[in-house]
């Protein structure tokens, strides 16, 4: 199979690895990574379990190829929390409840985590669009609405 080379830097940390032309920057993340946080749901684009951030925004890495990252800044929910001290928003959720299965959880914080950087203060109508990518099959997402506005009042982000 072909392969390239690509460097990409993940949560701040440089990476050069050889990598198929065929393999989706989830399976970069997931198996040669071993960052297993990212999570694998219908692997098409729809449900945002898979979302990390690429040079700040939002992505489904199930549909994008490793290759297609080389020189990215990439980021995941692996380096949301900073010395053992969660993200606001890790926190926010547990407090507001918004984590049941979890399954959706990764995605949600990483569309969540692009969402604050874009509207510091954000309305409820805009949370629910811009997280529309995002299913979440237990929550009803009231909780993760309140979490991610909860984030935003404890004006850390960052
Ligand atoms: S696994 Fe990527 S969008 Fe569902
Ligand atoms: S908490 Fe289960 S899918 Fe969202």
Redesign the pocket.
């Known amino acids: 199979m072909k392969t390239l080379t690509i460097q990409v830097t993940v949560n701040g940390e440089a990476f050069c690895k050889t990598v198929g032309v065929n393999m989706t920057l989830?399976e970069f993340l997931r198996e040669e990574l071993h960052l297993t946080g990212t999570?694998?749901?219908?692997?098409?684009?729809?449900?945002?379990?898979?979302?990390v951030l690429v040079d700040g925004k939002p992505v489904?890495?199930?549909?994008m190829l490793a290759v297609e990252a080389d020189g990215a800044e990439i980021f995941t929910v692996e380096g949301l929390a900073k010395d053992g001290t969660l993200h606001p928003l890790q926190e926010a959720f547990i407090e507001a409840g918004a984590v049941q299965c979890g399954f959706c959880t990764p995605g949600m914080l990483m569309s969540a985590k692009a969402l604050l950087d874009k509207y510091p203060k954000p309305t409820a109508q805009q949370i629910r669009k811009e997280l529309e990518g995002n299913i979440c099959r237990c929550t009803g997402y009231d909780r993760i609405v309140k979490a991610i506005i909860l984030a935003s009042e404890m004006n850390k982000e960052g």
């Not at 489904?60 to 549909?63: D, R």
């Open positions: 989830l999570k694998l749901g219908c692997n098409e684009g729809e449900c945002g379990a898979c979302t489904n890495s199930c549909l």
